[in-house]
């Protein structure tokens, strides 16, 4: 019996050493934890309170135990709280999530509130109830979320497209940049593969600079992208590799910026300049050219004077007449390639329009038809012939281009009177009276969403390297400069026409001159100087002024014009040169020409058809100015001209 006793005390001294052993162990395990650990009763007062609750809400276990728990939370959350925990309390429900009680604050002894996220649980023991809280500091998880939603924001500020994809192209961000710029939203775009989103068939450039950035931590250049809608599009772009905490690769952080305005302006610029240079040869030439032709044309004029069959004097007009026609192609070339103008005048439309037809028989495809049909007594329009002669071919042009396989381009030109109502229904219109020339072809027409740009700068709807954008626009301006408005009509598959509404003047111009008249005024046996270095030039001019009584020395140069003006001081009555010559030119010779003599007559001449030129010739004091070629009598007009005026 004893024995029975004696073992019967040991085992339960055993049991509560165990009891005692558990207890201490389950304590030491409490105050181990990270998480703050509190139990209180069912009147909320702390019955637990662990190390990592003291070092939490800086307040030691002694001073917190039998405290209500109301103490470390703020006051505007208590009730709340209270509330909480006793609905909790009746549920029976043994544990509720971390971080589902949602925004949870506490208060720490020094007054400072924080967030946390908490799990609560009960538990019965001895007929009473207990709530345990474990409660998570997340002050500096919330600093680094605000972080990151700031960050995001500023992200979504910007333009560019940003976004940050896994190594096996999967999209992990996509900024409202990268929304703009493709069209896809972000949630559309996150998860997807980049490579099926914004990435044409070939998508050896993207392997290229992925492979790149993997290998050098960062890539930056130029990648074809394509839209939602299916437009393509050229970015630039600026890749960097992103790795984890122990150094491997683990994503890839793009910004892409759309710079297909960009690339297409510079595109512009450079056929821009090469319009330019183009420009500044042809230049060259038709001064070439011209210098080639002005002999011709004047030598062909002095034989019509003195050839006396009709077989010959045909022959020598139609020499005459295919010379002004070259002539007249060198002008126009140079208008439409470099924009030469002229002064506003009294312009007769018929001529322009017959003048574009010419050129457009002689250049356009056979399978382009040409028709014209030009009103009777047309009225005149005050304006630049060179500019307007532009605007025509600038629409016969895009008629062309309208039209690949062919079709029937008309020029059609009337007089028209444009009343109120009209000009109302019509962009820039007034009231009047105006000349209408309407360009129409029956190629593809244009669609109805293009039609409100077609006159805006760089806007076409041409490949690349086959328009400018600028045709249209230069038209508009053209004809808004001289007071007038165009109007369109087109529609897909029917064709354009451009109508172009020009004021017009109420004086007629006189038509066009005919034939080369004879009875030419003569001189009197002056002696003229003239100075060019074509040989050929200088020696038709001065036969031709020969034959109409006057004299003439020849120079090749402005140097030796010098010398010859010297030599005759006192006798020389005009001077004739040119103003692009070696050794001397044609400033630096008037100059010269001017100080020996303030009172001389002097006509240059160019065969290069620029304004700047003739400005030159303005500024250096001359009398009159021809362009080359010149006809013999351009030549003696101008020379009478000069003779009889007094300076």
């Not at 055993?14 to 201490?24: D, G, I, R, Y």
């Not at 909480?84 to 509130?113: C, K, P, Q, W």
């Not at 034939?515 to 030039?537: R, T």
């Not at 630096?588 to 160019?606: F, G, V, Y």
């Amino acid at each position: 019996m004893m024995s029975e006793l004696k073992k019967h005390v040991s085992q339960r001294q055993s049991t509560k050493t165990e009891l005692q052993q558990n207890a201490e162990r389950l304590a030491g395990i409490i105050d181990s934890a990270m998480d703050a650990i509190i139990t209180v009763d069912a009147g909320h007062r702390i019955t637990l309170f662990n190390t990592s609750a003291e070092k939490m809400f800086l307040c030691s276990a002694s001073q917190a135990l039998g405290q209500s728990l109301d103490r470390f939370i703020p006051s505007r959350f208590r009730e709340d709280h209270d509330r909480h925990i006793d609905v909790f309390g009746t549920t029976h429900a043994t544990r509720r999530s971390m971080g589902s009680l949602g925004a949870v604050y506490g208060l720490r002894a020094n007054g400072e509130e924080f967030p946390v996220e908490a799990s609560i649980s009960q538990l019965e023991s001895g007929g009473e109830k207990f709530f345990t809280v474990i409660l998570r500091d997340i002050t500096e998880r919330r600093r680094v979320e605000e972080k990151l939603v700031e960050q995001a924001a500023l992200l979504d500020q910007t333009h560019d497209a940003i976004m940050v994809r896994t190594l096996d192209h999967r999209i992990l961000f996509w900024n409202r940049g990268a929304e703009t710029t493709y069209g896809w939203g972000a949630d559309e775009a996150n998860g997807r593969d980049i490579r099926e989103l914004i990435y044409p068939s070939d998508r050896s450039s993207f392997d290229e600079a992925e492979r790149i950035v993997i290998e050098r931590g960062a890539w930056s250049g130029e990648l074809e992208h394509v839209t939602s809608d299916g437009r393509a599009i050229i970015s630039e772009c600026r890749w960097s590799l992103l790795r984890d905490a122990t150094g491997q690769p683990k994503s890839i952080l793009s910004f892409n910026t759309d710079i297909t305005e960009q690339k297409k302006l510079e595109m512009k610029f450079l056929r821009a300049q090469r319009m330019e240079s183009i420009g500044t040869l042809a230049g060259g030439i038709a001064h070439d050219l011209n210098n080639i032709l002005a002999p011709i044309l004047m030598a062909v004029q002095m034989l019509e004077l003195k050839a006396n069959d009709d077989s010959s004097r045909r022959m020598l007009e139609m020499l005459r007449t295919n010379t002004e026609r070259g002539s007249d192609m060198i002008k126009q070339i140079l208008s439409f390639a470099r924009g030469v103008s002229g002064d506003r005048v009294a312009v007769q439309a018929k001529h322009l329009i017959k003048d574009v037809v010419k050129i457009l028989k002689e250049t356009f495809p056979r399978s382009v038809t040409i028709h014209y049909k030009i009103a009777g007594e047309l009225s005149v329009i005050n304006g630049d012939a060179t500019q307007l002669h532009q605007v025509l071919m600038n629409l016969c042009v895009n008629a062309r281009d309208a039209m690949p396989t062919g079709g029937t381009l008309t020029i059609e030109a009337e007089n028209t009177e444009v009343d109120k109502a009209a000009a109302e229904m019509m962009m820039g219109a007034e009231p009047g009276h105006y000349v209408r020339i309407s360009v129409i072809d029956t190629g593809a027409g244009i669609a109805r969403e293009h039609l409100d740009r077609i006159f805006d700068p760089f806007f076409t709807t041409k490949d690349i390297g086959k328009g400018t954008g600028l045709g249209l626009s230069t038209v508009s301006g053209i004809v808004k400069s001289h007071e007038g408005f165009v109007d369109v009509n087109s529609e897909v598959g029917k064709g354009s026409r451009f109508t172009l509404f020009l004021p017009a003047l109420q004086s007629q111009l006189p038509e066009e001159a005919g034939d080369i008249k004879f009875g030419l005024p003569a001189g009197h046996g002056e002696l003229v100087l003239i100075v060019d270095d074509e040989q050929a030039i200088r020696e038709i001019t001065r036969t031709t002024l020969e034959a109409f009584n006057y004299r003439a020395v020849t120079a090749n140069d402005g140097a030796q014009a010098v010398a010859l003006f010297a030599r005759h001081s006192g006798e020389v009555k005009a001077v004739i040169t040119d103003m692009m010559m070696p050794v001397m030119d044609g400033a630096a010779l008037i100059a010269a020409l001017r100080t020996l003599d303030p009172q001389i007559k002097i006509i240059a001449s160019s065969g290069h058809y620029a304004e700047g030129k003739i400005t030159e010739a303005a500024n250096a004091g001359v009398n009159s100015f021809l362009i080359k070629p010149y006809t013999a009598e351009d030549l003696l007009k101008a020379l009478a001209d000069v003779l009889s005026s007094v300076k």
